[in-house]
């Protein structure tokens, strides 16, 4: 059988970096057999509904090159593809009813002020109301009377009592639970519409579904779509449930990490490329230790059965290591043109910014930390004069206030301000003088930068400072050297 996944996401927001590996993992057990994979959109929660968030989903599947064979905007022969207009065709209500029929469901009437009277038990950390099956009890006659007095009900599972279900996981294998513990979940609301649980599995049984991958958090819901699977008489999809993602602290990755969800770090300077590969390594590896991946080397290196059961740690860190990698091996013209709007964010002057560009490529782990490389560029910062001594260029405040004095006439005569030219001419003094490079070169640098650390060396500097602002900069270094 063509295996057939989808991503299912509701919108109700930002992608999270979680349900971004859900889609990428689906994407790539599709696509590492040749099967398909579908989008569609679980919007049955009006509630949490956010306006935008479609175009948010679309935005970032396109961007991330989970390009989707199926979906609202390609039919496939499933539709729809969008919970809310597969409820106009009644499809939920008209299986609800089957289970009904069969008598694995059944109405319940219950109003709020019975409901609170239920007692409650903690799951998962979760206090939910435990149903008493009331309502299972009701004659057809009383059901009768109460629908045809317009009486609010929903629909709920019937699940036994007694005895065990067993399910099968990819990665966690056969898990057996107690039927004692499965609750009578809802499957249609009393607005009509049908829960997440109970849409999921008639729309991933309709749309030929054969892998469902998801967040281990609903490894405890999963013995009762089984037991729907079951009561239907289907055959029950391969099921892999994906390891909890969390922050440094292993606690589950929140929004107030900054940084968990797709746009969060797009805003953070990350490279679309970059994150995919670092998320897909989320729970996920490959038979030797390569950590970097083209789309297309995943879909053909991915084996699910390799993905961890254990949590897999966010770490900002080695995600700003594999952006850097990202950015060192990119062509400069694609490289520029994203780095540009940075560098005029800091550089308001008329500089030759594709030589700034040019120095920072390899220094940079994210776009944002352009600014701290280059600022120094348009204004000359306040700086230590203990910045010039330095042991391993042998450099001191008296030694560099002496080689400042002794270049200054020679770059005020000098004509040529490319960086060769300057090198060359600092190139002779040096051999003259009988020293080192770094003697001369680190005050120089030190004068005209104003930093510790640079993204380039003294005449790459003062060629795109040009000679007056140089010549400026080398006095004032003069200045505090002699006043300090």
Excluded at 85 to 111: H, N, P, Q, S, V
Excluded at 163 to 181: A, C, K
Excluded at 264 to 279: K, M, S, W
Excluded at 332 to 340: I, L, S, V
Aim: charged fraction near 30%; proline fraction near 4%; include cysteine.
């Amino acid at each position: 059988m063509k295996i057939r996944t989808r991503y299912a996401p509701s919108p109700t927001g930002k992608m999270h970096v979680g349900n971004l590996r859900s889609a990428l993992y689906e994407f790539l057990i599709a696509k590492h057999e040749g099967g398909d994979f579908m989008l569609r959109i679980e919007d049955t929660d009006q509630e949490r509904f956010v306006e935008g968030a479609t175009e948010i989903i679309y935005r970032t599947l396109e961007k991330t090159g989970l390009v989707h064979d199926e979906g609202p905007d390609k039919d496939g022969g499933y539709g729809p593809y969008v919970q809310s207009e597969r409820m106009k065709t009644g499809i939920y209500m008209k299986y609800a009813k089957e289970l009904i029929d069969k008598g694995e469901a059944y109405y319940c009437f219950c109003d709020k002020e019975r409901l609170a009277t239920l007692k409650s038990e903690v799951v998962e950390g979760k206090e939910i109301t435990v149903y008493d099956k009331h309502c299972l009890h009701l004659t057809k006659e009383e059901i009768e009377s109460n629908l045809a007095a317009g009486k609010p009900f929903v629909i709920r599972q019937n699940n036994p009592t007694e005895g065990t279900t067993t399910f099968h996981d990819e990665l966690y294998g056969d898990i057996t639970v107690e039927n004692s513990q499965l609750d009578d979940m809802i499957l249609i609301k009393s607005d009509g519409y049908p829960t997440y649980n109970f849409a999921n599995v008639v729309d991933d049984h309709t749309m030929n579904i054969t892998h469902v991958v998801r967040g281990n958090e609903y490894l405890s819901s999963s013995p009762k779509y089984v037991r729907l699977y079951e009561a239907f008489g289907w055959e029950v999809p391969v099921y892999v449930h994906l390891p909890l993602i969390t922050d440094e602290n292993h606690k589950k990755l929140a929004k107030r990490s900054g940084h968990s969800s797709f746009e969060d770090l797009l805003e953070q300077g990350f490279v679309t490329e970059a994150i995919v590969n670092y998320i897909a390594l989320l729970g996920w590896s490959p038979e030797d230790n390569r950590e970097i991946f083209t789309l297309d080397e995943l879909i053909k290196e991915f084996d699910y059965r390799r993905i961890s059961k254990s949590p897999a740690v966010f770490d900002i860190v080695k995600l700003r290591w594999m952006n850097g990698e990202y950015i060192k091996a990119m062509d400069f013209d694609t490289f520029y043109e994203m780095a540009e709007p940075y560098l005029k964010a800091v550089l308001t002057g008329n500089f030759d910014l594709k030589k700034i560009a040019a120095m920072v490529k390899t220094r940079i782990e994210v776009f944002p930390d352009i600014a701290a490389h280059v600022d120094f560029f348009e204004k000359l910062p306040e700086y230590d004069v203990a910045m010039y001594t330095h042991k391993k260029m042998k450099t001191d405040a008296a030694s560099s206030l002496a080689v400042l004095k002794d270049v200054l006439p020679l770059l005020e005569a000098q004509t040529d301000y490319s960086n060769d030219g300057l090198y060359q001419m600092l190139l002779k003094y040096v051999e003259e003088k009988g020293v080192k490079n770094g003697y001369v070169m680190w005050p120089i640098r030190t004068a005209v930068s104003g930093k510790q650390m640079t993204p380039a060396g003294a005449t790459e500097i003062m060629e795109v400072l040009g000679k007056e602002e140089t010549i400026k900069r080398i006095r004032k270094g003069i200045e505090l050297l002699e006043n300090a």
